[in-house]
């Protein structure tokens, strides 16, 4: 399987021997066993995005980003990432030959960077980004400068910055469109830059029929976008980012504004969750569904949890959540999932009596 069986959806075109795979794509869309049933939705489901090669959806970003620099002729590819964009970006650059150089925010998880690294990255942390909205702005700008010389590239996976790249994240749309002929009546995105709701919703429009409600869901503590589409406005805002939820830590509005305006079109809305939130659903999608899931991608159950609890979702719906990580892309999260457990060494007399 490949986002490369959508060619002819994309605007950037790129030459058949240029196309870069890892095997993106194709990812399963599971139905909810136990939490749908709790909540009182009989048919909630989990796109479950860990499956992609390099444990994210950005793998869908990557693959037609780094083949356009092929398609150019580029090589060296710049790229800011709190972790998953920074692995998908190194790890298609490894498979194109392509130098890929990373600016990653203060606090990216070990499990990240090691895995970015592991490809061949050249990373480095830079203090205050991703946290501090001047900051964040300082180092885009400073990217951008820098991904103007020849051979170059900047790859930020926002259309804001990288539109070519981020077409192949709509092919989530795609395959949603092709799971039930009957169609959806509601997709919760996490949120951060926004770009994957953004895609989402460009997706489904490209696909023709299916206009789900495309709902947004930020951690409190980067409320960039949600308050802002849940209350009628029309721009999003800059904020001093608190949040502790890795990936979802961007100060900056980025994709934000074209956010609002498109979800509002498909009739969603804004929804806020708190991290002790995001952890616990963390923690009740491994033990009750079996999905291991980094933080990020418990995000958008989060917000359907607190949505359905406050009245704001009919049960009745056809609902997909976007799980967007593997739980292996951060390390430290599952050791707080695990705090209440022990993994004791015994004699093999002792086993389990």
């Not at 998908?88 to 925010?105: P, T």
């Not at 051979?151 to 994240?169: D, F, K, N, T, W």
């Not at 002929?181 to 953004?198: I, N, R, T």
């Amino acid at each position: 399987m490949s986002i490369w069986i959508w060619v002819d959806r994309y605007s950037a075109k790129v030459r058949e021997d240029r196309r870069i795979s890892l095997g993106e794509g194709g990812t399963p869309c599971i139905r909810s066993r136990v939490i749908g049933p709790s909540l009182g939705l009989d048919q909630l489901y989990f796109k479950v995005e860990g499956s992609n090669p390099t444990g994210s959806y950005k793998d869908r970003f990557a693959a037609l980003a780094v083949s356009r620099m092929l398609e150019r002729g580029d090589h060296t590819c710049l790229a800011t990432s709190s972790g998953n964009t920074g692995a998908a970006l190194a790890a298609y650059c490894a498979a194109a030959g392509l130098r890929c150089r990373i600016a990653v925010v203060e606090s990216a998880p070990t499990g990240k960077l090691q895995q970015m690294m592991a490809y061949g990255a050249e990373v480095i942390r830079v203090r205050g980004f991703g946290l501090d909205a001047g900051i964040t702005t300082a180092v885009f700008d400073r990217l951008n400068a820098l991904g103007q010389k020849p051979g170059h590239a900047l790859q930020i996976s926002a259309y804001a910055y990288s539109p070519e790249g981020m077409e192949g994240v709509e092919s989530i749309a795609f395959e949603l469109v092709e799971e039930f002929d009957e169609g959806w009546d509601s997709v919760f995105c996490p949120v951060g830059g926004g770009g994957l709701a953004l895609a989402t919703a460009r997706g489904f429009a490209k696909s023709g029929d299916q206009s789900p409600a495309i709902h947004c869901v930020q951690p409190a503590g980067n409320d960039t976008v949600a308050s802002a589409l849940r209350n009628g406005e029309a721009k999003g805002r800059e904020v001093e980012c608190s949040t502790s939820i890795s990936g979802l830590q961007v100060a900056s509005v980025i994709d934000g504004d074209e956010v609002i305006s498109k979800c509002r079109e498909t009739g969603g809305t804004g929804h806020l969750v708190g991290d002790e939130e995001v952890w616990e659903m963390q923690r009740l999608l491994a033990r009750e569904e079996g999905v291991f899931s980094e933080p990020a991608g418990a995000v958008a159950l989060a917000g359907l949890a607190k949505a359905v609890k406050k009245g704001d979702v009919n049960r009745a719906q056809r609902i997909v959540c976007l799980v967007t990580g593997s739980g292996f892309k951060d390390p430290e999260s599952v050791q707080r999932i695990n705090a209440d457990r022990a993994c004791p060494i015994v004699e093999a007399t002792d086993l389990f009596v």
